[in-house]
């Protein structure tokens, strides 16, 4: 079986190769792969090469498939796995293995498992571990977010509280409470709201910064406040580059209260110091975006750790039912992981994107690894489609929700592109 994949040599060393699989052994899974979303922590692994936790020392020689955001559907199942998956199954899967202790996981440290390829191979760790997944919903790319989705639910269940009677702690953001998302206007900020406002401990107000008043715009848009007042949140956008005094104007929203719950979602020194004074009493602060500097450190007050019991944390990756959870939901509409996409592309534009993430303006990129596509802002629709009639189409459909990716617009693609599922 040969596979058309992105293959990563070293430092920024990414090639998108054609190759010859091995035939699967007995407790091994064949899968061709529709679509994988491309993530920061790709483009992190990418800078750090082999320095990097995940990467395999040979991976110079024994180059490993990149993407871990992926979703698909299966081919050919060894025999050990044929009595619970059978092929032409799609699946879901959390790349989070941590299996006996290894970081090994899809996208980081396979040779011939990834997402960004056409097909690939499922190692039997997967399956023990529970984290293949059968996936019954309508679309291949909220499958993909469902990975992405399943770290931001991971962060809100992390998030713990305590009392002065007892040493039980409160897991969860804090019910009724008061939550700030700081950097929050990106794609897994946006995931974040969405989640926030629909969290079973829902909070009384959830605050959003960014300092681009554009990505403020489109968050408006995608996950308004009349939205969140529906269902009984007080949503709040803010740019605090337009502050003279952040945290004072930050602390005037809760009256002085403080955040019970800080979520700090760009890695930088001073949004990490801020969200620490703006923890209220027992306030719990999730260092949730992973920097790329192994010596990144922020000052924090210890003063207030001691006497009104703040406390740190940092989240990466969800586990299965984090994973499960996110698919349920988008499945049952209750979150729209869509909200993260604002360009989509196809195999050939992954390794471009990977290597510029940083530089291009937007949130998610979708890539569908079944064809050739450049990625292309779903805002540029229109404009494609004064000469292309099918790209005329794409933007009718996707005008039509909201401006966002959705699954009608899957299946306009993969017929276009003549990909059987």
Not at 56 to 74: K, L, R, S
Not at 169 to 188: D, F, S
Not at 213 to 231: F, G, L, M, T
Not at 334 to 346: E, F, K, L, N, S
Request: proline share 5%.
């Amino acid at each position: 079986m040969k596979t058309k994949a992105v293959r990563m040599y070293g430092t920024r060393d990414l090639r998108l190769e054609e190759f010859e699989l091995p035939e699967i052994k007995d407790d091994e899974i064949l899968a061709k792969i529709i679509t994988d979303s491309i993530c920061m922590s790709t483009y992190k692994l990418v800078e750090q090469g082999k320095k990097h936790k995940r990467a395999p020392q040979n991976m110079d020689t024994h180059p490993i498939i990149t993407g871990h955001e992926f979703a698909g559907v299966i081919v050919k199942v060894g025999k050990k796995w044929q009595d619970q998956f059978k092929p032409g199954m799609r699946f879901a899967q959390q790349p989070a293995l941590n299996y006996k202790g290894s970081l090994a996981s899809p996208g980081y440290s396979y040779e011939f498992f990834g997402g960004d390829c056409t097909y690939c191979i499922f190692p039997h760790e997967v399956m023990e571990l529970g984290a293949l997944m059968p996936y019954d919903g309508e679309s291949f790319f909220e499958a993909s977010l469902g990975e992405p989705m399943s770290c931001i639910i991971g962060g809100y269940h992390a998030n713990y509280h305590t009392n002065k009677h007892n040493y039980n702690h409160a897991m969860g953001t804090k019910e009724g409470g008061n939550i700030i998302i700081l950097g929050g206007c990106g794609p897994m900020g946006l995931g974040a709201i969405s989640y926030g406002i629909n969290f079973e401990n829902k909070p009384k107000r959830i605050v959003v910064t960014d300092i681009n008043d554009a990505r403020i715009a489109r968050a408006k848009e995608v996950v308004s406040p009349e939205y969140a007042a529906q269902h009984g949140v007080e949503l709040i956008y803010v740019n605090t580059s337009n502050m003279d005094t952040a945290y004072d104007d930050l602390m005037k929203i809760t009256d002085g209260h403080g955040y019970d719950d800080v979520f700090v979602y760009t890695p930088i020194r001073a949004v990490a110091e801020l969200g620490n004074k703006l923890l209220a009493f027992d306030g719990c602060m999730n260092f949730f975006s992973g920097p790329t500097d192994k010596n990144f450190s922020a000052d924090i007050n210890l003063y207030d750790c001691h006497y009104t019991s703040t406390h740190i944390m940092g989240t990466t990756g969800g586990n299965n039912d984090d994973l499960i959870e996110a698919n349920t939901l988008a499945a049952k509409g209750i979150i729209d992981p869509a909200v993260m996409i604002t360009h989509v592309g196809g195999i050939d534009s992954i390794a471009e994107t990977t290597l510029n993430l940083p530089k291009i303006p937007g949130g998610k990129k979708l890539a569908y690894t079944q064809f050739d596509m450049p990625m292309t802002a779903i805002e540029d629709f229109a404009k494609l489609g004064e000469k292309d009639p099918f790209f005329l189409e794409l933007d009718k459909c996707c005008k039509a929700h909201k401006g966002l990716w959705n699954a009608e617009a899957e299946k306009m693609i993969l017929k276009h592109f003549n990909v059987e599922i």
